[in-house]
Each structure stands twice: as structure tokens, then as C-alpha cells.
């Protein structure tokens, strides 16, 4: 099923990709794992690629069905208008795959897996959420209905590895304090930043929620933070090199 601007998945990145490129710019920290994990890779397909955070410096064949996205990216690397569930490619046409937060918005999982795969000679490298450790944060506290979303919508590490086969690693994906590729879980030592909208708005959960939603977070936040209740109890964030998350890296190799 796609939007008006040919989004795949629940959510109409015609309305949330505004500002996206702005606040989801791809840390360099996080893309050297990215890279690792494709090892020697010349050619590499980018599934979900949105506005191409993460595309490492090799030939990179882009799939985005958003043009709100495909419009954001740089114009040397388009994107093509596909799905990963229908992908437009031979059998083993890439060394290497790669999706970044990207297949919870798939709309059968299990297809898209399954293409992905067969397009695929080398390793499949997905950058997800596990949801079983997403509520495990304290956004919980003050968005519940944010977190338990991102805990429904995110795809568990056994499907993903069920769908791909092969040997599959995981691996928690230290979090830096000053990460610039703006998700939730970014700004764990940073809360004032989810008091801008926009920056939640980059953060597809978000459009979920309801504008009175919004404003009641917004203000118990705000509150919090000004009578330094959140600092009492998060303050030691502030000082925390590195979060690990629920963010993780999964790799599956022939």
C-alpha cells in the first residue's frame, strides 16, 4: 500500500519528511559498522534508502518509493522508485545489501526478506531496533504511546533472521552522546531536542500521536526539565559517552 507520494508502510512520508534530512543526518560513528559489516562490497543495493544516510562510498543501487525522499537525496545518486517487496533486479546482482531503519515500514516483511536475498550474492546488513528493548528507555516515561508503537512496528531479530537465513550476527550499536543522526534514542543525554517538533516529526513513531498528544509531552517534559526532576533521575546521561540502546545491527552471510 502506498501514500500520495508513493510511501510504502503506515506512514506518509509526504507530511514527515519536511524536515527529515535536516535531523536524520547518518553518523559517522554508525556508518563505519555499516560498512565493516559489508565487507569488501564494491556493489551494495540500498533497500528503504530514503534520502541515502549510510550509503557507503562504493556503487550504491538505490530503492526509496517515497518521493518526498528520492527529492531529498543528493542528485548523483537517485534513487529508484521500487518496493522490497517487488524489486526490480536479477537474481545475485549485488555483492552486498543494506537497509537503515527501513523494514518495519515494509509491508510484508517476509517478501521483502525474501527479494532482498535473492538479489543478493554477499551479506544482507540490516540497521533496526530491537523491540524488545525499545520501552527501555526513558521516553517511556512521558510518550508510552511512542515507544509501545516503535515496539509493535519494528520486526523482531528472529523474523529478520528466519526471513534471511544463512549465519546471522547481531550486535548492540553503541549510541554516541552527540549522535547526529537524530532518532529517539539519539537524544537520551540531549532531552531538550524533543521539544522541538520538527525533530520529532523525523521520527516516523511520532506521527502516531495526536497534536494534544504532542502538547501533553511536551509540556511534562518542559516541566520536568525546568524544575530538574529529569535531572535527578536522568541527569547522569549528560555525562554518558554512549547508550546502548535498542539499536542493533544484524548481518546475515551465505
Known amino acids: ?12 512520508y509526504e507530511r514527515i519528511g519536511r524536515a527529515y534530512s535536516s535531523y536524520r543526518q ?3 560513528r554508525i556508518a563505519g559498522l555499516i560498512a565493516a559489516a559489508l565487507a569488501d562490497a564494491t556493489t551494495v543495493l540500498n533497500v528503504g534508502a530514503g534520502t541515502g544516510s549510510y550509503e557507503p562510498d562504493r556503487v550504491v543501487t538505490a530503492v526509496e518509493p517515497s ?15 521500487a518496493m522490497a517487496e517487488d524489486l526490480p533486479f536479477d537474481d545475485d546482482s549485488f555483492d552486498a545489501a543494506m537497509s537503515t531503519f527501513s523494514v518495519h515500514q515494509w509491508h510484508d516483511l517476509a517478501a521483502g526478506l525474501r527479494e532482498v536475498r535473492r538479489v543478493t550474492r554477499g551479506p544482507v546488513v540490516i540497521l533496526t ?12 516515561e512521558y510518550a508510552r504511546e511512542v515507544l509501545d508503537t516503535e515496539a509493535r512496528r519494528y520486526p523482531s531479530i528472529q523474523s529478520l533472521a528466519d526471513g534471511l537465513g544463512g549465519t546471522i550476527s547481531t550486535a548492540i550499536v553503541p549510541i554516541p552522546f552527540d549522535c547526529t543522526d537524530g532518532f ?3 537524544y537520551y543525554g540531549r ?3 524533543l521539544l ?43 555525562n554518558t559517552p554512549t547508550l546502548s540502546g535498542s539499536l542493533v545491527l544484524v548481518t546475515a552471510s551465505r
Open 1 to 12: 500500500m502506498r501514500s500520495t507520494d508513493g510511501s510504502a508502510g503506515d506512514v506518509n
Open 26 to 28: 547518518p553518523d559517522v
Open 67 to 81: 518521493a518526498s525522499m528520492r527529492a531529498q537525496r543528493h542528485p548523483d545518486v537517485p534513487a529508484i522508485d
Open 129 to 140: 531496533c530491537d523491540p524488545l528493548r525499545v520501552r527501555d528507555f526513558w521516553l517511556y
Open 184 to 186: 529517539n534514542e539519539a
Open 191 to 193: 532531552p531538550e531536542k
Open 196 to 238: 522541538e517538533s520538527d525533530a520529532r516529526l523525523s521520527c516516523s513513531a511520532w506521527s502516531f500521536v495526536d497534536e494534544p498528544g504532542q502538547q501533553r509531552f511536551a509540556e511534562h517534559l518542559q516541566r520536568d526539565l525546568h524544575d530538574g526532576t529529569w535531572d535527578r533521575r536522568y541527569g547522569h546521561l549528560r
